[in-house]
């Protein structure tokens, strides 16, 4: 083959194919944190843009850790924050007496002021004592001095009294008999025949207890409210629909009265609006055309 003295003009014919390009190598900067001791860390790499990614994924996947860790102890802390005043709040309420146990089926009759008590010593019939309560609680006992009884049970009573004769008597016998207490009551008020307090002397329910207040008022709504204390600061509001219960329907909804229920009848929605209406428009029929 000639070869021209002058260079060719093509001088791509003169280059073998294909070329082979040296790369260099590329920097990677890889940032990112032990996640052991929380040091920070450095790496420098070289590879193709397929490292480079998997370098950039795995810093990112590094850094979620990091902040996921941080955040669910940061999520942790505030639970135990928001946790401390509930639980406060929850010591509080038990520190506090409750007259009637939410949780008690059966309760005593606890002792209330002006309840008149008879208490006797078989074996010591001149200690044989009628009581009255005091407005503040206390009672006074012969050679024994002044004791709080109020809010007591009998059988506590009986301890309370053989505590306070400790010093006079050798493990006394004593009874303890309520002559005169508060009676079991409830009471309704509202739009009913007769409002006010009746004396709970059998099991009723509410539509019962209505009906002996004098049934509901033309003015009332058919949907009546029980109010029940479950304990010296709770209460407990039931809402009743009188209307279905007389009809028949959800008849379990019919509440049995325990000692010191209270059920309110409402007003209705008409008799409401009609305290800002004319009573009457009267029209003469006899009036001149």
């Not at 003295?5 to 093509?10: G, L, T």
């Not at 940061?74 to 010591?91: G, S």
């Not at 009255?132 to 007591?152: N, R």
Request: charged letters at 20%; one cysteine or more.
């Amino acid at each position: 083959m000639k070869h021209s003295p002058y260079p060719s003009s093509n001088w791509h014919s003169q280059v073998k194919f294909p070329l082979k390009f040296k790369r260099k190598a590329t920097p990677i900067l890889f940032i990112g944190r032990d996640l052991t001791d929380g040091t920070a860390l450095e790496y420098f790499r070289k590879g193709s843009s397929m490292k480079r990614g998997m370098a950039r994924i795995s810093g990112w996947c590094g850094l979620m850790l990091v902040f996921a860790t941080q955040g669910a102890s940061a999520q942790q802390e505030i639970h135990a924050t928001l946790a401390e005043p509930a639980k406060a709040v929850a010591a509080a309420d038990s520190d506090q007496p409750d007259h009637v146990a939410a949780t008690e089926r059966n309760p005593r009759y606890r002792v209330s002021r002006s309840d008149v008590i008879s208490i006797s010593f078989p074996l010591s019939p001149e200690l044989n004592q009628t009581v009255t309560v005091q407005p503040d609680g206390f009672i006074s006992l012969y050679g024994a001095g002044d004791i709080h009884i109020q809010d007591l049970t009998a059988p506590e009573v009986v301890e309370a009294v053989k505590k306070a004769y400790v010093g006079t008597l050798h493990d006394p016998i004593v009874n303890v008999d309520l002559i005169d207490f508060q009676k079991a009551f409830f009471t309704v008020s509202g739009q009913v025949g007769k409002p006010g307090q009746y004396d709970l002397r059998s099991d009723i329910t509410v539509s019962q207890a209505l009906a002996v207040a004098g049934g509901l008022a033309p003015t009332a709504k058919t949907q009546v409210f029980l109010y029940r204390a479950v304990s010296s600061s709770w209460a407990e509001v039931r809402e009743l629909k009188l209307k279905d219960i007389l009809h028949g329907k959800n008849i379990n909804e019919d509440v049995h009265l325990r000692p010191g229920d209270m059920i309110f009848v409402p007003e209705n929605m008409i008799t409401k609006f009609k305290k800002y209406i004319p009573y009457s428009l009267a029209f003469s029929p006899y009036l001149p055309l």
